[in-house]
């Protein structure tokens, strides 16, 4: 009762309400531009927060996730482009009913499913995410060092086309993260004697170079192919015989989504397409999938939007990002100085209970914004590439001098940026990298030193503590069934060619 | 394949400096069991034995069916838009944030090959004005000064 009333107190004596909506429809602008994932949405709105409180902050990242995924399905149902990757699933069956002149229907059911998925993924949250965290009570810093090596392992199933190449990645992140002082000593490391370097190489910036200018080179004079979108379509909300009839779907995408988004590395896009798949599976009008089906919308969009908030639980719980999105939430939790676990919940209950009412507004919200902000949506998507690029690049370079009025912090995103563009030539997964810029000095390198200070340098400490040595056999088993998944990969590619 | 053993050489060449800038570490009356230079060593060696792996794998196992790629840039096309980024920098120190920003803006749609009209200028002009007022206005952030002006 009490955190009721403590969430209603919040709604009218703090920012809470203007930070949801803002997330929410910078996320649904975001996620409707073709180009711009969830991540990259998210990425762009990082420097904005830097300043903020760490409640709306964290509202504002939070919601942006949840209003993404449902403006990745305007473009996916208008003009066969998918906003965000979760959002292709959607396009299937979205697009069909576009071509049948049924767009606002397929709308409408994308973002009544949103609101359902996002609601449940939401009771999810608040049910499980703080019994989940009183396990990390018991952490000692042996426990957090396992907990580390098990969210690096995460790179195993991140890196699905190559393991090496994720643990190449990887190992550059945990590179870029030894720049700085060191936490333990006190002396600099790879600062080259530059004063602007002393402090370490934030995420923050990382992220955005890796996910936000890379993009704008990859994509750099390549000619838009998208076309021109319908500007007289108007959400139509389901009514209650459709409610009727997508409700097994949603209920199948609901599910889907809490598993998936439970698991690290999992996300929306192969939640969403699981959903497609079994809501196809479970159906009574099977022969309507891939000919505008409104069961092919529904499932998918509840899936990815449960998704948005059951991803929170592991973040939350333990500090383990399962996607690009929450590894760009923890990077935000970071900056202001919010550990994952149990004492976030203790000494940071206000940031939880706003992160809920926040999450739960923005669900409830986004039919309303969402029928509002279809018209800026369609008018944003019709713009030249030429200028959107231009905006997005003044964003990125605004924002970041914003964080600490420095244009060494300008050009630290650039290079993060050329870093980006070279992974992207070669292969290498950017997840990988931001784990190890996030987890590796913070959480692995401390505790593996703090470990052996505490045990006089006697490595049989790590033996001694039985959570981290299920972590450590965790990471063992991940790593393993990812190489054995390769291995199968790589035997039936062979067997293909032959 | 040859895409495979340039990346091995490169991340070779990445763990070989990186581990010769780690011996400049400075010792520290603090340092623990591991030190500092600890990680910097382990990161340095493990790169360059997954750099090993992966030029190794590109000689041994043959390359697979080439996947549909979406279109891209080509690098000095993608490196264009880098440098006018970069151009940013010493721009905004010298003629301010709105300057810097209009030329930015300006710069980059030309770049990615709108027409120089006073269409582009208008849009310049006002993106510019757009993120001053963003910025600078409401959000009072403050941006580049500038020593011209």
Known sequence: MDEIANALNMLVTTPLVPAALGGLIWGMLGGACPGLSASITMALLLPFTYTLAPMPAIVM???????????????????????????????????????QGRAGEALGISLWSGVVGGLFGLTMLVMLTEPLSRIALLFRPTTYFGLGILGLSVIASLSSKSL????????????????????????????????????????????????????????????????KPNTTVRVRLPRFPMMKKIARSQAIGCTIGTLEGLMPGAGGTIAAFIAYNESKRWSKYKHEFGHGAEEGVAGPEAANNTVASASLIPLLSFGIPASNSGAVLLGGLLIHGLLPGPRLFEQNADVITGLYAGSFIADIA???????????????????????????????????????????????????????????????????AVLGVVLGVALVESNYRRSLVLSGGDFGIFLEDPIAIAFFVMAGLIMIGS???????????????? | MRKDLLLSAILLCIAAFYYWVSTDIPVSTLEDEVGPRGLPTVLAALLAMVAIVIGVRAILIPAGPAEAKEAEAPWPRALGMLVIGALYIPVADFIGYWGALLLLIGGVSVYERMKPTWRTAAVAVGGATFFWLLFVVVLGVRQPQGVLF
């Open chain 1, 164 to 227: 090496i190449k994720g643990l190449a990645a990887a190992l550059l992140g945990l590179m870029i993260a030894t720049i700085g002082t060191d936490p333990i000593s006190g002396v600099s490391r790879f600062t080259f004697g530059q004063p602007d370097l002393l402090s370490g190489i934030q995420p923050l910036f990382v992220m955005v170079g890796l996910y936000a200018v890379t993009e704008l080179m990859t994509r750099s004079g390549v000619p838009s192919t998208i076309m």
């Open chain 1, 61 to 99: 990242l939070a919601t942006c996730y949840i209003g993404a995924e449902y403006g990745g399905s305007i473009p996916a149902i208008l003009i066969r482009t998918p906003g965000t990757n979760a959002s292709a699933a959607t396009m299937l069956d979205g697009y069909e009913m576009n071509r």
């Open chain 1, 366 to 432: 986004q039919v309303l914004i969402g029928i509002m902000i279809l018209p800026v949506a369609i008018w944003l998507v019709n713009r030249p590439k030429a200028y959107r690029s231009a905006f997005i690049l003044a964003l990125v370079l605004s924002g970041v001098f914003s964080v600490h009025m420095s244009l060494f912090d300008v050009g630290i995103v650039l290079s993060a940026g050329m870093l980006g563009y070279f992974m992207k030539q070669f292969g290498l997964p950017f997840l990988p």
């Open chain 1, 483 to 498: 190489l054995a998944g390769e291995w199968r990969a790589s035997r039936a590619a062979k067997a293909s060619m032959a």
